[in-house]
């Protein structure tokens, strides 16, 4: 059973669960093999909210984090960007869907090579390219040696990344 939010931070705002504008207090997380993402409905009466956020482009990031659990000290269960904005039938409510961060290092497929990397300067670069941070604390890193020359042909950074952690005995989830 998932976790109810205990609260969301949209853009550096907080709402949280019973203070009238986080609607019922659910939050839908899904996950797929391109992106995870997750919505929730506010309640916006005088568009207050809705008038302050910049319109999500490629330019235009708005952060939302999701926290879960029924404790004082809840965990994140979900970090992103906002993708979509928008009313819903009812009046005075909004829609927000965000997709997680790294959605670009899964969906866009690439061709080039690299001369003399690692595994874990590659992943250090593609984390950092996608606003994530890197947690190599579970990775033996003597078994992540430096590689020669690798190609990448139409596969995304993350594909490349399981693959060649996978060559190792590794793998790689975001967490």
């Given at each position: 059973?998932?976790?109810k939010p205990y609260f969301i931070n949209l853009a550096g705002r907080i709402y949280q669960r019973g203070d009238g504008v986080m609607l019922g207090g659910d939050v839908t997380l899904s996950t797929g093999k391109r992106a995870s993402s997750a919505s929730i409905d506010l309640a916006d009466p005088r568009l207050?909210?809705?008038n302050s956020l910049p319109l999500p482009t490629r330019d235009t990031k708005i952060p939302m984090d999701v926290w879960g659990g029924f404790s004082l000290n809840p965990k994140r269960i979900f970090s992103?960007?906002?993708s979509q904005l928008s009313g819903t039938d009812a009046p005075g409510r909004i829609s927000v869907i965000a997709t997680d961060k790294l959605k670009g290092a899964r969906r866009k497929?690439?061709?080039r090579a690299l001369a003399e990397t690692s595994?874990?300067?590659l992943a250090k670069g593609i984390a950092k390219s996608m606003g994530v941070a890197l947690d190599t604390s579970n990775a033996d890193l003597t078994e992540l040696r430096a590689l020669g020359r690798v190609i990448q042909h139409g596969e995304s950074d993350h594909e490349l990344l399981e693959r060649l952690?996978?060559?190792v005995g590794?793998?790689?989830?975001a967490d």
């Open positions: 059973m998932a976790e207050e909210l809705l992103g960007w906002v497929q690439r061709s595994i874990e300067q952690c996978s060559s590794h793998t790689v989830f």
